[in-house]
């Protein structure tokens, strides 16, 4: 079945510490790849997105994700983690022939002061 | 550019009544809009898609009598929870996908539900 795994439940970082949220999705071929943040009580911001060419990828925020198709993942990563980072994050697929995102278990990140 | 709005942000209702919660692209056409359902603590699940003019289709699982939903024109879509219980108290979430942009969902912060 296609699934989309966050294996980390839970992170905390000290500020200032770089970060990296890993995600693996397993689909039988590439889907277009998502990462979007989630602030207590509010809706998902999109960090990023993949759908094909360069394998690492910048966001907003700072954020930046790398594709590895050998491993069916799309870590995503930043140097040095903020504050107003601690938030959910979800990693999400979408099968390049239907509409619906597929959704990981989320991670949150805590931050260390 | 590429805002989606959702009213109420909060409802109380009582058990047994119905609500309404309202998703707008604000700024462009969404031709299919998706609703969301997330427990505290949990991941986003898909409830059903909804193109504009058409009936929505709706995931396993889940009733469509219960959770009758509209999309009568490209900005608007609205999720009516029929009946409500407390067990359908959640964070309904909705996101519009932009009329040729067929890639990338836009979502909207999201309706506290509780139902007592």
């Known amino acids: 079945a296609q699934s989309v795994t966050q294996p980390d439940i839970h992170i905390t970082v000290s500020e200032g510490a770089s970060l990296e949220l890993r995600c693996n999705y397993s689909?039988?071929?590439?889907?277009?790849l998502f990462w979007y943040v989630q602030s207590p009580g509010q809706g998902l911001q999109l960090l990023l997105k993949y759908f094909s060419g360069d394998t690492l990828v910048q966001g907003i925020k700072g954020f930046e994700a790398e594709f590895k198709r050998s491993q069916s993942s799309f870590n995503l990563r930043k140097p040095s983690v903020h504050w107003s980072d601690a938030a959910e994050y979800f990693c999400a697929a979408r099968p390049s022939n239907t509409g619906k995102l597929i959704f990981g278990q989320g991670t949150t990140l805590q931050v260390k002061p | 550019g590429a805002v989606v709005s959702q009213h109420p942000s909060r409802v109380i209702c009582k058990s047994g009544t119905s609500v309404k919660i309202e998703c707008r692209s604000l700024d462009f056409q969404a031709t299919t809009m998706f609703w969301y359902r997330q427990f505290p603590k949990q991941s986003l699940m898909l409830m059903a898609t909804s193109n504009e003019g058409s009936k929505a289709t709706y995931e396993q699982g889940v009733e469509k009598d219960k959770f009758l939903i509209n999309h009568a024109s490209l900005t608007l879509s609205t999720l009516t929870v029929t009946s409500a219980h407390p067990e359908d108290s959640s964070f309904y979430i909705c996101s519009a996908r932009h009329q040729g942009a067929y890639y990338e969902q836009y979502f909207g912060p999201g309706t506290r539900l509780t139902v007592t």
């Open positions: 689909y039988g071929a590439t889907p277009y």
